[in-house]
């Protein structure tokens, strides 16, 4: 009488090997998307590098700067301002080129309307900020207002909260009447002008 012994066959190394080297690939593929996804798509507007503790009520800080429209000086203007700190990489600021652009023109002469850059970053998110990224900021968008590189982020030491864009409105007394943050309508920005024109 013959045994027959049946052997137990244990894991198969080759498909333990290629299902082990499908899961790295996998994985491998995960982390390089979002690698290039997180070099590519613009940051959050919110990611602002200053916050300033600045009030409705408080006394506008002073600040001059060099617009692509000639200098600015917040205390040789007699009209109420707006004042928008802004980031060339931000999609909200590139898109609140037009709501601001509509407000320049409906207000020319009755308030100052000035953007200044506020962000390190260059318009590819990532690059240093220089006047090159501003100029090209104001091509790109069409921006019929003045703007301004700020190098050393000073007007945005003192004016940006919450987030790109930063809008503050400033009265003929150089109090601030009003802050907003994010991409706002135009019916917003002329409600909170209304009190001090």
Not at 7 to 13: A, C, I, L, N, T
Not at 99 to 122: D, E, I, Q, T
Not at 125 to 134: A, I
Request: glycine share 10%; with cysteine.
């Amino acid at each position: 009488m013959s045994r027959i012994v049946s052997k137990k066959k244990g894991p198969d190394r080759r498909k333990i090997a290629l299902y082990g080297g499908l899961t790295l690939l996998v994985v491998a593929v995960i982390v390089t998307i979002g690698i290039i996804n997180q070099r590519s798509v613009p940051r959050a507007a919110s990611d602002a590098p200053v916050n300033s503790q600045l009030k409705i009520g408080d006394a506008a800080p002073e600040f001059s700067v060099q617009t692509n429209a000639g200098p600015f000086d917040l205390a040789g203007v007699s009209t109420p301002v707006v004042l928008e700190v802004f980031a060339t990489w931000c999609p909200h600021c590139q898109r609140e080129t037009v709501v601001l652009n509509a407000l320049a023109a409906k207000y020319a002469g009755k308030v100052a309307l000035v953007a200044v850059s506020g962000s390190p970053n260059g318009i590819d998110g990532s690059s240093p900020e220089s006047q090159v990224d501003v100029n090209r900021f104001g091509s790109q968008f069409g921006v019929r207002y003045p703007i301004a590189y700020d190098p050393d982020l000073t007007v945005a030491g003192k004016y940006l909260q919450g987030g790109f864009p930063t809008l503050v409105v400033i009265g003929k007394n150089k109090k601030i009447a009003w802050i907003g943050s994010g991409e706002t309508s135009p019916a917003t920005i002329e409600k909170a002008l209304k009190p001090v024109l």
